[in-house]
């Protein structure tokens, strides 16, 4: 059962950028489809963007041509870099193991997720 901890999340202002880390253990990382997700105060948490274990990627419509998902196998981490940051992507983020196809989320609940604030 693969395990995930979330980091890189911060205070940046509007156009600025963020990588965040999803750190994995235990064992099926590198077979396991992999998803982002937020949650801003007061709205559902939304998947943002996920990728299939052979990299294939999606990417939720407001933020196409702004975040790249990633993955390292070897590191067992999959990482959520974040261009051109704006207001409306202040939120929790949180890391999934998710099913592919459908990148709805599997396994254990929501862990603590990181803070991502975009602000002046």
């Known amino acids: 059962q693969v395990q995930l901890v979330e980091s890189g999340g911060g205070l940046v202002q509007p156009g600025g950028s963020l990588r965040l880390s999803c750190a994995a253990s235990?064992?099926?990382?590198?077979?396991?489809?992999m998803g982002w997700y937020r949650q801003a105060p007061g709205k559902q948490r939304e998947l943002v963007a996920g990728i299939t274990s052979g990299g294939f990627t999606h990417y939720a419509d407001s933020v196409k041509g702004r975040f790249t998902i990633s993955r390292d196998n070897a590191k067992n981490t999959v990482y959520l870099q974040m261009n051109s940051l704006q207001p409306e992507d202040t939120a929790v983020y949180y890391c999934r193991r998710v099913a592919s196809p459908g990148w709805f989320p599997l396994g254990p609940g929501w862990g603590q997720g990181t803070q991502v604030t975009v602000s002046s």
């Open positions: 235990g064992s099926g990382f590198s077979g396991s489809a």
